[in-house]
């Protein structure tokens, strides 16, 4: 269903009582009673996914599953899959400037991309009364899983040239991949960037802040938004670049202090996060959580543009009953 975005996120700042906005569709798998394994293999599983968790959570949208291998398995990454955890990416493919150089851009469709491409298509038709927001990876986050995650910041300093080779062509890619999400029917993307947050400011801006804007530059208009996700740690001291790449929404992980960063964040942009999805959705308790949900919401109380979530992606086997109380905290809580 198309929207104009612009208009959804003002109305959504204008909100005095604000809709959560968690990075929630994994733990539809225990709704639905089938496994990530049976998931991630089928558009018709996700698109029943997302709509069983729109059914049970009054959320600001619909946000897709933050499955950061499928970009990587394109490109020729060995990934891992388990019946209850979110695939990950095993070793790396690109070790020198020669693998870097022959890296093939692959197709929008191959590996698993079509499944979740046509998973939006489907998910927009059952979903109606939200946005709904697709996932991808960020420039930095994908190059670190075909580089080698902790080798790709060495190669910042020893060889930047090869990184800016892989990155071209991942954003290449990436663009292509959000057009794609666009043309099924979704109103935006949640781009999640976490590799970038353990960089210094100046090569965050250098390596991934600057593919990020061309990327959205690219894709982002009045009915498609991009969402910037950043879990990692020193993302305050980055905000700078950050903001510099356009996204309308700013999402970060409970490795911040997300009051801090609030300050940070100008009135026309929304600043979102930050329960621990980890310790409080998944290993929580009821009380843990609310106690957890209402700091966040009192830290934060005084910005009219933020927006309560989850840190990050929830993960598969997250309690319900943790996730329910995460949403009855927001709903009772007097602003």
Not at 130 to 146: C, K
Not at 227 to 250: A, F, K, M, R, W
Not at 284 to 289: C, F, L, N
Request: charged share 25%.
């Amino acid at each position: 269903m198309k929207r104009n975005m612009k208009q959804w996120i003002e109305a959504l700042k204008n909100e005095p009582k604000k809709k959560p906005l968690p990075v929630l569709s994994f733990p539809g798998i225990q709704l639905m009673g089938i496994t990530v394994r049976e998931l991630i293999s089928s558009s018709e599983l996700q698109a029943r996914c997302m709509k069983a968790v729109a059914d049970r959570v009054d959320s600001a949208a619909s946000v897709s599953f933050m499955d950061l291998s499928v970009e990587a398995e394109c490109f020729g990454s060995t990934i891992r899959v388990s019946d209850d955890e979110v695939p990950t990416v095993i070793g790396s493919i690109v070790k020198d400037e020669d693998d870097a150089d022959a890296l093939q851009v692959p197709e929008v469709g191959s590996g698993r991309t079509q499944i979740y491409v046509d998973a939006i298509g489907k998910a927009v038709e059952l979903i109606q009364d939200r946005p709904v927001l697709a996932g991808v990876i960020g420039p930095f986050s994908l190059a670190g899983r075909l580089l080698d995650v902790s080798e790709a910041m060495i190669y910042c300093y020893d060889d930047p040239d090869m990184v800016h080779v892989v990155l071209e062509k991942v954003s290449r890619f990436i663009t292509k991949y959000i057009l794609a999400f666009k043309a099924a029917g979704a109103n935006g993307v949640v781009m999640a960037e976490p590799l970038a947050g353990l960089l210094s400011p100046a090569l965050a801006e250098e390596f991934s802040a600057e593919y990020v804007k061309k990327i959205i530059d690219q894709v982002q208009d009045d009915e498609f938004i991009v969402v910037y996700h950043n879990c990692g740690n020193c993302t305050i001291q980055q905000i700078d670049s950050i903001l510099e790449t356009g996204s309308p929404i700013l999402h970060f992980g409970n490795a911040i202090d997300i009051k801090e960063m609030m300050t940070h964040i100008p009135p026309h942009i929304i600043g979102a996060g930050n329960v621990d999805p980890a310790g409080e959705f998944k290993n929580g308790t009821v009380e843990s959580i609310t106690a957890a949900t209402k700091k966040v919401l009192e830290d934060c109380r005084e910005y009219k543009n933020f927006v309560i979530s989850s840190g990050c992606d929830i993960p598969p086997m997250s309690r319900w009953e943790n996730i329910d109380a995460f949403f009855e905290t927001v709903k009772n809580f007097e602003a």
